[in-house]
């Protein structure tokens, strides 16, 4: 059903798009490889949704849109960032690929 469900997604929306099965912890795994943390999830463990969360992401919304984000957290990251972890989303983030082409060329 699933498959027959993303034929009528746009070819842009389709290419991005992975549907993730099993429990709630099993796809918050799955999430996290693509640099998706559980944490920004209105979700607790067992699925139902938690309202506290929503509030803590509104918060934080309100907090970067005020330019008062802390220094340690990155909601988006930009090209230039540098991504670490498991994952191809990772490894092939532009700033991720620029800092490894730039390491390679000062190794040779």
């Known amino acids: ?3 027959l469900l993303t034929k009528f997604f ?3 929306v389709r290419v991005r798009t992975k549907i993730h099965y099993g429990s709630n912890i099993e796809c918050g795994y ?7 943390d559980r944490s920004v999830l209105p979700l ?4 139902e949704l938690c309202t506290d ?5 509104i918060t934080q919304l309100q907090r970067t849109e005020q330019h008062d984000w802390p220094s340690n957290a990155i909601a988006l990251p930009r090209e230039t ?8 989303s990772k490894q092939s983030h532009p700033g991720t690929v620029q ?6 060329s000062r190794s040779t």
């Open 10 to 12: 746009p070819d842009n």
């Open 30 to 36: 799955s999430l996290q490889t693509f640099g998706i």
């Open 53 to 57: 969360h929503i509030h803590t992401w």
């Open 99 to 104: 800092m490894m082409q730039y390491l390679q």
């Open 1 to 3: 059903l699933v498959p």
């Open 44 to 47: 607790d463990d067992d699925g």
């Open 81 to 88: 960032d540098i991504l670490m972890g498991r994952g191809m």
